[in-house]
């Protein structure tokens, strides 16, 4: 069964001070990992997707890479309003087809 | 470029009744995968919808079910609601075949009491 786990489930920062998140995730067949930002009451929104192990993706203060145990998303010089709950999901190459796996999220505060 | 809608936005119903929930996906977009998000959780797959045809399924009990029109747009029912079916429930469109980012719609939030 595909696995994802995301580490810390809190994470306090003031702003400007750089950090990563961290997504374990155990799959059969690596599809596809995801990443999404999602605001309190609002459906996840969109951010990355990382196909093979060494990929990176980078969106303004965002950057995220892959391995193939694991995927982290740096992020640099953090402003207030990155603060949201960034989640991790998977996609494998098995029967059901579209299926996504997600982490419970880190939920990143980040102080002014 | 059209996002993802869903209505309602919120909703309270009691235990043992029956709720439709509904999804409009995005322009382009012709598979819709519904989800289920407890408090504190990530999303859980209930199901995904191609072409009008169920197309992978979670573990979710039969009460789940759904439909998806010719216009791509897709309904999700649930029967005989249960305490633990209270969660915000989560519609995403996408492009289909696997690998393929999903683009939410804002939810619904239903209560059961």
């Known amino acids: 069964e595909d696995q994802v786990t995301q580490s810390p489930e809190a994470l306090r920062l003031q702003e400007g001070e750089s950090s990563s998140l961290n997504c374990s995730y155990t799959v059969s067949g690596l599809r596809g990992l995801f990443w999404y930002r999602q605001d309190p009451g609002k459906g996840p929104e969109f951010l990355f997707t990382l196909y093979s192990a060494g990929e990176e993706k980078e969106k303004e203060r965002l950057k995220a890479t892959l391995t193939k145990k694991e995927s982290f998303l740096h992020i640099t010089a953090p402003k207030p309003e990155d603060s949201a709950t960034y989640l991790c999901?998977?996609?494998?190459?098995?029967?059901?087809?579209?299926?996504?796996?997600f982490g419970d999220g880190t939920t990143l505060t980040v102080k002014p | 470029e059209t996002g993802v809608t869903q209505s309602p936005t919120h909703l309270i119903k009691t235990r043992g009744q029956q709720v439709t929930l509904r999804c409009s996906s995005q322009?382009?977009?012709?598979?819709v995968s519904w989800y289920q998000q407890a408090l504190g959780q990530g999303p859980q797959f209930i199901f995904q919808?191609?072409?009008?045809?169920?197309?992978g399924r979670g573990n979710f009990p039969p009460r789940f079910s759904g439909l998806q029109f010719p216009n791509y747009s897709s309904e999700l029912n649930v029967n005989a609601l249960e305490l633990d079916d209270s969660a915000l429930y989560l519609c995403?469109?996408?492009?289909?075949?696997?690998?393929?980012?999903?683009?939410f719609g804002p939810g619904t939030r239903l209560t059961v009491t």
């Open positions: 995403a469109s996408s492009q289909p075949g696997q690998g393929s980012e999903q683009y």
């Open positions: 322009s382009g977009h012709n598979t």
């Open positions: 999901a998977v996609q494998a190459g098995d029967t059901n087809a579209g299926k996504s796996t």
């Open positions: 919808y191609y072409r009008e045809e169920e197309n």
